[in-house]
């Protein structure tokens, strides 16, 4: 994109290109140079950034990548690339710099500037080994430190965990800016998935949502009376998914264990109405997985659960591995819910009757069952969220985003898709000299009615993203606006292409206004 004269994106900067224009020391025009977070930009920064600038003619500001911030969660709040641009819009500010390092210091010895400012809370009560290892960089070519005033000490860690700002808008725009993607490219990638042979195999779920009226409750016993008014059941789990694919405009074929029951023929019929190649295996020994809430009110007052999650059978395996190996389709898809179809013994051999050169993806929602997405090796794409991570690594404790990075090694997968719930996604993928290994996507939901089903929907449009332009980005895109769409309509309906175009104008619209 070109810049004009006006716009200060100019003043960024990569540390080669700066030497150049600042010469190197001594030089005619002083140099200052001040390094920090600036997660959100504060009045404490600005203070900061103006005693500095009235110290040297030039100022640069440095800030810390993304990759290095790893002192609370979910940190940084906004990328990289946005807190350059912001430092880049003050007019006190001369030149930005993202230092790709953990500390300043080999960009103080590259550039050399003649100050250095620190905030004075780094000096109070004497000098931090970091700070003085700073001093002795800058000593070493004859730099001086300079400690700015700070009567006020401000916090962005602690305005962010007060009231965190929606940057939501400018956040994505400049996701997309970085990585050359448009709004036209969202839509034609939309436009590109009808046809994408897709093959999904895993548990079939009757999500049944019981609707009642609360009557109140019984004297002798905490128990709530609820008068039954209506029963609506929706075919979830795994068979979502591929009703998911088959609207965006998908081939979909669907192989699934179901039992020997009237759940059975409402799924058959359902998924053949909407023109899904369904092979099922009907395993006499179990039912069909059906979970039911009973809703008062807007609130859900009980689940019930009918379900037999036993192993499948040597015969029923062998079955599943013929399918599986003689597809010719582009895509297959493991959505697997721990209801028996997949574990330990089986997601070997499924994994290796699959055919070369077909785009693996899996998701694995385990919930209050056990179950492992590691199990799941070298996939071209995998989905899990923050809680499914943290029980396949053994890790309560860590960060997000080196919880994530850990899990997307171990994993040996080409694209990690982390969910947060309402904090949007984190997508990892093999970085290059032209692109980062991480980024995240701030969720579009723009008013929550029911989170079930969001995982499914984003499952299945980033698969399809992936299949069509092979982008990360875009597939992390339109899967979090279709999962936004799941979230805001009641039960587990799969997702029209068409709203996921209203929902993308929608956020067009407001990032112009942005």
Same mark, same amino acid.
């Given at each position: 994109? /070109?810049?004009?004269?006006?716009?200060?994106?100019?003043?960024?900067? $990569?540390? #080669?290109? @700066?030497?150049?224009?600042?010469?190197?020391?001594?030089?005619?025009?002083?140099?200052?140079?001040?390094?920090?977070?600036?997660?959100?930009?504060?009045?404490?920064?600005?203070?900061? @950034?103006?005693?500095?600038?009235?110290?040297?003619?030039?100022?640069?500001?440095?800030?810390?990548?993304?990759?290095?911030?790893?002192?609370?969660?979910?940190?940084?709040?906004?990328?990289?690339?946005?807190?350059?641009?912001?430092?880049?819009?003050?007019?006190?500010?001369?030149?930005?710099?993202?230092?790709?390092?953990?500390?300043?210091?080999?960009?103080?010895?590259?550039?050399?500037?003649?100050?250095f400012a620190k905030g004075y809370e780094y000096y109070d009560g004497g000098v931090h080994p970091r700070t003085r290892e700073e001093m002795d960089v800058l000593e070493s070519y004859g730099g001086e430190i300079i400690f700015t005033p700070g009567d006020v000490v401000y916090s962005s860690s602690s305005m962010i965990d007060v009231a965190p700002p929606n940057l939501? $808008? &400018?956040?994505?725009?400049?996701?997309?800016?970085? &990585?050359?993607?448009?709004?036209?490219?969202?839509?034609?990638?939309?436009?590109?998935?009808?046809?994408?042979?897709?093959?999904?195999?895993?548990?079939?779920?009757?999500?049944?949502?019981?609707?009642?009226?609360?009557?109140?409750?019984?004297?002798?016993?905490?128990?709530?009376?609820?008068?039954?008014? #209506?029963?609506?059941?929706?075919?979830?789990?795994?068979?979502?998914?591929?009703?998911?694919?088959?609207?965006?405009?998908?081939?979909?074929?669907?192989?699934?264990? *179901?039992?020997?029951?009237? @759940?059975?023929?409402?799924?058959?019929?359902?998924?053949?109405?909407?023109?899904?190649?369904?092979?099922?295996?009907?395993?006499?020994?179990?039912?069909?997985?059906?979970?039911?809430?009973?809703?008062?009110?807007?609130?859900?007052?009980?689940?019930?659960?009918?379900?037999?999650?036993?192993?499948?059978?040597?015969?029923?395996?062998? &079955?599943?591995?013929?399918?599986?190996?003689?597809?010719?389709v582009d895509v297959v898809i493991f959505s697997d819910f721990r209801h028996g179809i997949f574990n330990r013994e089986t997601i070997p051999e499924l994994t290796a009757s699959l055919p070369a050169n077909v785009i693996k993806?899996?998701?694995?929602?385990? /919930?209050?069952?056990?179950?492992?997405?590691?199990?799941?090796?070298?996939?071209?794409?995998?989905?899990?969220?923050?809680?499914?991570?943290?029980?396949?690594?053994?890790?309560?404790?860590?960060?997000?985003?080196?919880?994530?990075?850990?899990?997307?090694?171990?994993?040996?997968?080409?694209?990690?898709?982390?969910? *947060?719930?309402?904090?949007?996604?984190?997508?990892?993928?093999?970085?290059?000299?032209?692109?980062?290994?991480?980024?995240?996507?701030?969720?579009?939901?723009?008013?929550?009615?029911?989170?079930?089903?969001?995982?499914?929907?984003?499952? $299945?449009?980033?698969?399809? /993203?992936? /299949?069509?332009?092979?982008?990360?980005?875009?597939?992390?895109?339109?899967?979090?606006?279709?999962?936004? @769409?799941?979230?805001?309509?009641?039960?587990?309906?799969?997702?029209?292409?068409?709203?996921?175009?209203?929902?993308?104008?929608?956020? #067009?619209?407001?990032?112009?206004?942005?």
């Amino acid at each position: 994109m /070109a810049m004009n004269e006006n716009d200060y994106r100019r003043k960024i900067k $990569s540390r #080669e290109e @700066l030497r150049e224009i600042i010469g190197e020391h001594p030089r005619q025009k002083s140099v200052i140079m001040c390094h920090g977070t600036f997660d959100l930009v504060h009045p404490g920064h600005v203070r900061h @950034l103006m005693y500095a600038k009235s110290k040297a003619d030039i100022l640069i500001a440095s800030l810390t990548c993304d990759a290095h911030i790893k002192k609370a969660n979910f940190r940084p709040f906004v990328p990289q690339q946005l807190r350059a641009m912001n430092l880049a819009a003050l007019e006190a500010v001369d030149y930005v710099i993202v230092d790709d390092n953990p500390t300043p210091l080999e960009n103080i010895s590259f550039l050399q500037p003649d100050y250095f400012a620190k905030g004075y809370e780094y000096y109070d009560g004497g000098v931090h080994p970091r700070t003085r290892e700073e001093m002795d960089v800058l000593e070493s070519y004859g730099g001086e430190i300079i400690f700015t005033p700070g009567d006020v000490v401000y916090s962005s860690s602690s305005m962010i965990d007060v009231a965190p700002p929606n940057l939501s $808008s &400018e956040k994505l725009l400049a996701l997309m800016e970085s &990585e050359g993607v448009t709004f036209d490219d969202l839509r034609r990638a939309l436009e590109s998935f009808r046809g994408v042979r897709v093959h999904v195999v895993g548990d079939t779920i009757v999500d049944t949502y019981v609707f009642c009226s609360l009557t109140g409750g019984i004297a002798k016993t905490p128990t709530f009376s609820l008068k039954y008014e #209506e029963q609506v059941d929706f075919a979830g789990g795994a068979a979502v998914v591929s009703k998911h694919m088959r609207k965006a405009g998908a081939e979909v074929k669907f192989s699934t264990v *179901l039992g020997d029951d009237a @759940l059975k023929d409402f799924v058959l019929e359902d998924l053949a109405a909407q023109g899904i190649q369904c092979e099922p295996i009907v395993d006499h020994t179990r039912p069909t997985t059906q979970k039911s809430v009973f809703i008062a009110g807007g609130y859900r007052m009980l689940k019930v659960d009918k379900l037999d999650n036993h192993p499948i059978s040597d015969k029923i395996l062998a &079955e599943l591995k013929e399918s599986i190996a003689d597809d010719k389709v582009d895509v297959v898809i493991f959505s697997d819910f721990r209801h028996g179809i997949f574990n330990r013994e089986t997601i070997p051999e499924l994994t290796a009757s699959l055919p070369a050169n077909v785009i693996k993806v899996a998701d694995s929602q385990v /919930a209050s069952r056990w179950g492992n997405i590691l199990d799941f090796q070298g996939f071209d794409l995998i989905t899990p969220n923050e809680k499914e991570a943290r029980f396949a690594l053994g890790d309560q404790d860590s960060t997000v985003r080196p919880m994530a990075m850990e899990l997307y090694k171990r994993a040996d997968c080409k694209t990690l898709i982390l969910k *947060l719930g309402d904090k949007g996604i984190i997508t990892y993928r093999a970085p290059d000299p032209e692109v980062r290994s991480f980024f995240t996507v701030d969720s579009f939901v723009d008013h929550l009615v029911d989170a079930v089903g969001a995982g499914d929907a984003l499952l $299945s449009y980033a698969t399809l /993203a992936i /299949a069509t332009t092979q982008s990360s980005v875009i597939a992390s895109i339109l899967g979090s606006i279709a999962a936004a @769409l799941a979230c805001e309509h009641e039960g587990n309906n799969p997702v029209a292409p068409e709203d996921v175009l209203k929902k993308l104008k929608a956020v #067009e619209r407001r990032i112009q206004y942005a």
